[in-house]
C-alpha cells in the first residue's frame, strides 16, 4: 500500500491566487516528520516546509502553509499569492520516526502550473 | 555555504558498462543518503550513511548497485553492469544528523545526475 498519496498528478491556478495541493499518507507510526519539496524543471529538490506528528500547529514558511489535520492523515500544502516562478512539480515526503533509516519515503507528485 | 554537489551533471553509457556517480555532501552533515528517481515518478530510496556507521542498503535494487562513503564525507554509487531500466535522475541528498534525531532534521539535495543506458 502507498504510504503517500499525491491524488492531484497536474493541477493550474491563476497567478495571485491560493492552490492547496493534496497529500495523504499512511503509518502506524505515532512519531513522524511531514515535508513538502518544490522540483522545478531544472530539477533540483527545493525544502520548502515541514510538520511534524506532535506539533501542535500548522506549519508556515513565508507563502506556503501546511493544512495538517492529523486524524484524517492529511497534509495538503497551501500556496497563497501564487507567482510564475511556482510553477513545478511538487512532491509530499513522510520520514517515519521509527525507520531504520532517516529515509524519506515520497509520494508520485503534482505538477503546479500557475498562469500569468 | 556550499549545498550538496554531485558529479557528473549528466551520463550517458552502453549498456553493459560501469559508471561512478560521485556526491558531495554539505560540509559537517553526517548522514548521506541516495535516491533514485524514474521518469515522472517519485523519488526511491536507495542508500543511507550515517557518520560511520554501517550504510543501511536496503533499498538498492540489485547487488549491481554499490556504494561507499569515504572519510564520512564523499560518497560514490557505482552501478555495475548497467542496464537500460538503470537510465534515472539519481539523486543525492545529506543532513545534519540523521537517524534518531527529533525534529526537522531537513534533507537537503543535490542536483542530481541524469543517467541513460543506451
Known amino acids: 500500500a502507498q504510504k503517500i498519496t499525491q491524488t492531484q498528478p497536474g493541477m493550474f491556478v491563476q497567478e495571485k491566487e491560493a492552490v492547496t495541493l493534496d497529500c495523504t499518507y499512511d503509518t502506524s507510526d505515532p512519531s513522524y516528520g511531514l515535508f513538502w519539496y518544490k522540483q522545478p524543471s531544472s530539477g533540483e529538490m527545493i525544502f520548502l516546509i515541514y510538520?511534524?506528528?506532535?506539533?501542535?500547529q500548522n506549519a508556515t514558511e513565508g507563502r506556503y502553509s501546511l493544512n495538517f489535520q492529523k486524524a484524517r492523515k492529511s497534509a495538503n500544502l497551501v500556496i497563497s499569492a501564487s507567482q510564475l516562478g511556482d510553477s513545478a512539480m511538487y512532491f509530499c515526503a513522510m520520514r517515519e520516526g521509527t525507520s531504520n533509516t532517516g529515509k524519506l519515503i515520497f509520494g508520485q507528485g503534482t505538477t503546479l502550473q500557475v498562469k500569468p | 555555504g556550499a549545498g550538496v554537489s554531485q558529479s557528473p551533471s549528466n551520463k550517458v553509457t552502453e549498456k553493459g558498462k560501469d559508471v561512478e556517480l560521485r556526491c558531495d555532501p554539505i560540509s559537517g552533515h553526517t548522514a548521506l543518503y541516495w535516491y533514485r528517481q524514474s521518469l515522472g515518478q517519485g523519488l526511491e530510496f536507495l542508500i543511507y550513511?550515517?557518520?560511520?556507521?554501517?550504510?543501511?542498503k536496503s533499498g538498492l535494487p540489485s547487488d549491481r548497485f554499490s556504494a561507499e562513503r569515504t572519510g564520512g564525507s564523499v560518497s560514490t554509487l557505482t552501478i555495475q553492469r548497467t542496464q537500460q531500466e538503470d537510465s534515472a535522475v539519481y539523486l543525492c541528498a545529506s543532513s545534519l544528523l540523521g537517524l534518531g534525531t527529533s525534529g526537522t532534521d531537513t534533507q537537503y539535495f543535490g542536483p542530481g545526475t541524469r543517467l541513460t543506458v543506451l
Open positions: 550513511f550515517q557518520g560511520n556507521s554501517a550504510p543501511d
Open positions: 510538520q511534524g506528528s506532535y506539533d501542535q
